[in-house]
Structures are given as C-alpha cells and as structure tokens.
Nanobody, 125 residues
Framework: QVQLVESGGGLVQAGDSLRLSCAAS????????VGWFRQGPGKEREFVAV????????YYGDSVKGRFTIARDTAKNTVDLQMDSLKPEDTAVYYC??????????????????WGQGTQVTVSS
C-alpha cells in the first residue's frame, strides 16, 4: 500500500510560481509511475503531468506544457511539480497519483492505483 500526501498549495497571483510535492510512505516512489492531476470547480479531473519509472519519460497536458515541470527527488522519495507562469485557469485541487503498471492511457485517472488527498492551488488575476 502506498500512501501519498501532497503539499505546497496556496494562494498566489497570476504570473507567480508554486512548487507542489508528493510524498510517499510505505513504498519507494521510484518504483511507480507518478502523475499529477487537477480538478477545478465543476470540472472533470484533468491530466497535468506524469513521470515514468525506470526510464523517467515525462509527459504533460497541453494546457501546462512549457510552464510546469515534473521531477523526481529520489533522496526525499517525492515527485515534485514546479508550476511557473501561473494563470487563473490553473486554479484547482491538485492530486498526485501512483500506478504500478504502464498503460498507454497514462493521461487517464483509471491507470492509477493510489491517490493523495489533494492540495488547493488558487491563482488570482
């Protein structure tokens, strides 16, 4: 069982940066595919980014490409999401998730076995 805890959310202004962290207990995160998703008010859960295990391949959602960066910190057993040039439309609850096995649908929440409780990010204009 993997327990995931997100941290780093908060209230910022448009153009600011935030760094979210996903910490794991019970297992080593480097053994899992780890993704970040977000869910805004009245919206479906949206894929943000994923980092593959082993080879470390990364993919991003179109709306965050070029602004967000996902990275593993193996020493801390975390997967971080650096968010730059934030926009009001980035406002959402951000979740990290871990998957044991690869699926070509890595952008779908269905691939992931474990989820954190989420952290709120609010971007004011």
């Amino acid at each position: 069982q993997v327990q995931l805890v997100e941290s780093g959310g908060g209230l910022v202004q448009a153009g600011d940066s935030l760094r979210l962290s996903c910490a794991a207990s019970g297992r080593t995160l480097s053994n899992y595919f780890v993704g970040w998703f977000r869910q805004g008010p009245g919206k479906e859960r949206e894929f943000v980014a994923v980092v593959f295990r082993n080879i470390g391949t990364k993919y991003y959602g179109d709306s965050v490409k070029g602004r967000f960066t996902i990275a593993r910190d193996t020493a801390k057993n975390t997967v971080d999401l650096q968010m730059d040039s934030l926009k009001p439309e980035d406002t959402a609850v951000y979740y990290c998730a871990a998957a044991r096995f690869y699926s070509s649908n890595y952008y779908s929440p269905n691939m992931y076995d474990y989820w954190g409780q989420g952290t709120q990010v609010t971007v004011s204009s």
